[in-house]
């Protein structure tokens, strides 16, 4: 993927605070703006748009990047799929993408934002993956809730099919862990069943899971709240999502 070399762009990178004294350092720059909306949000918590080299025809294709790695300036989706949708039926899409990419001749797949679901779904997956070769992941019900009860597990996962028992179960051994008894705080469900769980970690049968990793579960907790926001439900909030909170649990996790 590439941009053309004589594009000159709206720009779609925030500028940062400058900072209010010589003492005060500036806040991150991390921000893009939505093409769309016209909204700034955390570069982690948009997808990005990113143009193939020209084909024969001069015609560049528009691919979700949800890694944001290929090369070349990209444009920035902050909407649910939903709106995509409606902005590409309605061409607002399209008119966005002529001005984030000037100069190119592109095209723009149909399906488009279900590409965008796949894209990121992968990304939740690839993560979860990464987590389980780095031995952050916690897999079977017996183990998780073993080491829930003893304070161990900063995120708690569900396959969206698993059974109401099994993760009321699993919920309340998080809550004994967490010294949250009656607060109500439950694991996530995903919107990923059984079978997608376990094609991903390449398991058998992987209903339930557990991250025992401070920085490991806000990792997977930004993929899993970009992934959620893009379809249009509501992002996890949970207090591992803190960084002072994913400290504490390392502290806890390695003690």
């Known amino acids: 993927m590439r941009t053309p070399s004589d594009e000159r762009l709206t720009p779609d990178i925030v500028d940062a605070p400058k ?3 010589a003492s005060e350092p500036a806040k991150s720059c991390a921000e893009r703006r939505c093409i769309l909306s016209g909204e700034p949000g955390a570069r982690d918590a948009l997808l990005r748009l990113a143009i193939s080299p020209a084909d024969n025809a001069g015609v560049c294709h528009v691919l979700p990047d ?10 920035w989706i902050g909407v649910s799929r939903a709106e995509l949708e409606t902005a590409l039926a309605k061409g607002r899409l399209k008119g966005a993408l002529a001005r984030a990419f000037k100069g190119a001749q592109l095209k723009i797949p149909a ?34 809730a073993e080491q ?45 069943d059984r079978a997608a769980l376990s094609v991903a970690l390449g398991r058998e049968n992987v209903v339930h899971l557990a991250l025992n990793n401070g920085a490991a579960a806000g990792r997977v907790q930004g993929a899993l709240a970009r992934l959620l926001h893009y379809m249009g439900g509501n992002s996890p909030a949970l207090e591992d999502g803190d960084p002072a909170f994913s400290g504490r649990q390392d502290e806890q996790l390695n003690a």
């Open 148 to 192: 829930a009860r003893q304070g161990r597990i900063a995120l708690l996962l569900h396959a969206s099919d698993a059974s109401e028992d099994g993760r009321k179960k699993l919920d309340q051994a998080w809550r004994v862990g967490r010294d949250a008894e009656g607060s109500g705080e439950r694991g996530i469900v995903l919107p990923l």
């Open 66 to 75: 949800p890694n944001a790695k290929a090369p070349g300036r990209g444009a």
């Open 19 to 21: 900072a209010r004294n």
């Open 111 to 144: 399906d488009l934002p279900e590409l965008g679901a796949r894209a990121l779904t992968d990304a939740l997956t690839q993560r979860l993956g990464l987590e389980l070769r780095a031995g952050h992941v916690v897999l079977g019900g017996e183990r998780i």
